[in-house]
């Protein structure tokens, strides 16, 4: 009861982006192997400008067996939500219509499979090919994928406990409290 007595005052705060405009910004991580049975835990925020819009945290079905695999699974979820909200977002005039959404990852080796459409590594060889269907949003510039570092990493808040200055700055980005 303390801790929720002691944030009382913090509340979602939505606006624009530091450009003036709503931009859709979809946030997906994923921490490895990190539950008894040796599943990963994923999570995805969305927001429209600032301010989250969506925030799941999720066990991942299945045992992934790499941290790419993971994030992956996280990054093809989190694509399925900003798919279907950037379309409802452009027809209620939220966004521009020839506006794109932005994907934020940050495992390299993620970004790598997802620009690539397919694997090349043996170890990755087995990844269903189902989560590929990212890649055909990225070659239509519906949105565009890029690195985020894990210190801005919206998404990791909601895969592992964090603390200090580190959950206190991803709490402040998540309720749109700061901007990235």
Do not use: W
């Not at 045992?63 to 695999?69: A, Q």
């Not at 060889?125 to 890649?135: A, D, V």
């Amino acid at each position: 009861m303390e801790r929720l007595n002691g944030t009382r005052h913090l509340g979602l705060c939505l606006g624009a982006d530091k450009d003036g405009k709503l931009h859709l910004n979809v946030y997906a991580d994923a921490a490895h192997n990190v539950h008894v049975d040796a599943r990963s835990h994923g999570g995805i925020a969305m927001q429209i400008g600032r301010g989250t819009t969506l925030a799941e945290s999720s066990r991942i079905k299945g045992v992934p067996i790499s941290s790419t695999e993971s994030e992956l699974i996280m990054a093809a979820k989190g694509m399925s939500f900003g798919i279907r909200e950037l379309e409802f977002s452009k027809y209620q005039q939220i966004v521009e219509m020839e506006d794109n959404a932005t994907l934020h990852e940050d495992n390299t080796s993620t970004i790598h499979l997802i620009r690539n459409g397919k694997s090349n590594s043996k170890m990755t060889r087995h990844i269903n090919l189902r989560y590929f269907f990212i890649k055909h949003y990225l070659e239509t510039n519906e949105f565009e994928i890029v690195h985020c570092p894990t210190s801005e990493q919206i998404a990791d808040i909601l895969t592992k406990p964090l603390q200090g200055s580190q959950f206190l700055y991803l709490r402040d980005l998540l309720l749109g409290y700061k901007m990235p």
